[in-house]
């Protein structure tokens, strides 16, 4: 089933800021600009290390897709779409890392709310820290993915290529009409003076 254009969503647009707490251990905030992205775009925030007492050996963000199919006994497995390092080893109090995480190499729907009453299809940032001892700690956020409509545009393009095009017709015409009015007007001046020189003999 093919969603219709209309039920893509893109809701309120809004930072995303989680806060991250490990009893007096580990303290990180993390801060993206915004919840909405085009499915071609990138995802920019940064992960800021306010505390740090405790041995992390690396961290990750993956993009998981969520189908929900209303009125089924059981949910479906969330899918991991795409995983990125953030960092290997651990880092020290107030350390900052940027994210840019690139969507276009994956095959991304946009978010899908209440399809037909059918089914949702939902995105979300799961964050995955790992210390030294090997526990794992997780978060997660929604984001909401979105598709650029550019029919408008191409639209507007193509109209403006057949504008152009029509306008280099015209001026091309206009210009071979100028060619051929010269060219009659030599030969109007050549007629006119073999005339005269005829006449004088």
Known sequence: MNPKEELILKEDDEPIKLGVGIKDLLKLSIDFKSRNADCKGTLKGVITFNNVNLGLKFMEIQIMRREIIIGAENEC????LAKFEIMDGGPIKNEKI???IFLKPYDLTPTYG?????????????MVIVDSEEQRYFKQKEIVLFRVRKKKESALKEQEGWITANLRDIIDEE??????EQKDEIKMKEVENSDEVINTS
């Open 77 to 80: 497995e969330p899918a991991f």
């Open 114 to 126: 209440n399809v037909d009453n059918k089914f949702f299809v939902k995105y979300f940032l799961n």
């Open 98 to 100: 940027p994210i840019r």
């Open 175 to 180: 210009s071979e009409s100028e060619n051929e």
